[in-house]
């Protein structure tokens, strides 16, 4: 992300650290006297308040995210973004880029990033996961804050540490105080194991289906996300707060300008089959816009779990 970005590919400077991540689990009991950002504050006591509701893997994907904004309450936002991406992660700046050398081009001037886990999901097999909520920024010395909303799509390796794959956020007016608690987007069911062939098949499903969403909103952009849904969806727009399931299909349909069809780059989907992420743009499609998108698979088929959609200009 940008040095300083409203749309929050975190908002501030970070590149892969040298050594082993600081591990969550250490930084997310941390005292909160020590705490003096305020809106971090309010998210980690309300959110630790609403925690035993959620699943152990979903748990786990908030010590996650929250020992992330801790280390970038600790030790500094730059070095908290060296611990937590992964080598192969992506930024949206407004398109995507390969975080790391981004990142490392990003200069480490003391501004300061607050955030924390609103809302969550994860794959039936427990790798692959979701995370959303508010960020706050402001530069160092400054009394103004910026306001908005990140997007995280977490991945858990083979010595069991979450590690960020990819990462954007929109700016938008100052939001309400946090309400207690983490909430979980959608409930991952017990799915069976996916042999080889069944997950091929389901990674062609969802191809087919971003490549169709991508094709509507060129033809149609007002009814573009009619057909692909979840009754879950949470819709993400620069300058509009987010919204939840009716208001969040509202919300997209009242977007003309078709963002969010730009060529795909990247996706990945969980060993389990059942959730999966894509992305896209491309600079030299200016009006085709951005994309961050969560699916879950439901009744058959790939639904829309997630969209985050921007402009290119």
């Known amino acids: 992300m940008v040095a300083f970005s409203t749309n929050r590919d975190r908002g501030e400077p970070g590149c892969r650290f040298a050594t082993a991540p600081v591990a969550p689990a250490l930084v997310q009991y941390a005292p909160l006297s020590r705490m003096s950002l305020p809106m971090l504050a309010a998210l980690l006591v309300t959110g630790a308040l609403g925690a035993t509701s959620l699943s152990p893997d979903l748990a786990a994907v908030v010590a996650a995210e929250r020992g992330f904004a801790l280390d970038a309450h600790r030790f500094g ?12 992660a992506w930024l949206l700046r407004p398109t995507p880029v390969p975080a790391l050398p981004a990142l490392a081009r990003d200069p480490d001037d003391g501004r300061l990033l607050e955030w924390g886990p609103k809302q969550v999901a994860i794959a039936a097999s427990g790798e692959l996961a979701v995370s959303t909520g508010p960020w706050a920024a402001h530069a160092a ?8 909303h990140f997007l995280t799509f977490w991945k858990r390796g083979a010595d069991g540490i979450w590690r960020v794959q990819a990462d954007a956020g929109v700016g938008h ?19 069976a194991p996916l042999d080889a062939a069944a997950l091929a098949q389901r990674r062609i499903a969802l191809e087919n289906a971003d490549d169709a969403l991508r094709a509507a909103l060129a033809r149609d952009p007002a009814h573009a ?11 993400m727009r620069d ?8 208001a969040a299909l509202e919300l997209v349909r009242k977007d003309a300008s078709g963002l969010g069809r730009g060529a795909r780059r990247a996706l990945d989907l969980s060993a389990s089959g059942d959730f999966a992420y894509t992305l896209g743009g491309d600079p030299a499609c200016v009006e085709c816009g951005s994309y961050m998108r969560a699916w879950h698979w439901r009744d058959g088929a790939w639904k829309l779990l997630v969209d985050l959609s921007l402009s290119n200009r």
């Open 77 to 88: 936002t730059r070095l908290a973004f060296l611990a937590h991406f992964d080598a192969d």
């Open 141 to 148: 010395g400054a009394t103004q804050y910026a306001h908005g």
């Open 173 to 191: 007016p100052t939001p309400a105080p946090p309400t207690p608690g983490v909430t979980a987007l959608v409930d991952a069911s017990a799915t």
């Open 225 to 235: 996300f009619d057909a692909f849904a979840d009754p879950a969806l949470h819709a």
């Open 239 to 246: 300058g509009q707060l987010p919204a939840d399931g009716a």
